[in-house]
């Protein structure tokens, strides 16, 4: 059983044609440069790339993670009001994998989207 089937995260259906509740929430994932196996690169997570989310007390982003497969990388918890929920991890990898973003909004629950990372 996957992640996404045991606790119901949130996944854009069509990238093509996404909703505006989707454009809000969906983590966009951007590689930097060109990742070589066991050196350090960037991996920035930005939601609300497609359309802006709320970032006030009573509708925000709480927090962003990042896993390589099913291997936990880092995570940033973010203050609404403070920080916006666009963030670069600095990550080194063995080999290649699919890099997959979190992130939970505390009123539309959490959300995930995923690259596929070739070395
Ligand atoms: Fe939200």
Redesign the pocket.
Known sequence: MSIEQATSINEVKDFANMTDLEK??VPMIHIGGTPRAGEFFEVTVWVGEQMA??NEAE?HIEFIDLYLDDRFLSRCDLTWGYTDPKVTFSVRVDGPGRLRAYER?N??GDWTNSVELSL
Do not use: N, S
């Open positions: 809000k929430h989310h709320p509708h909004c009123l539309h």
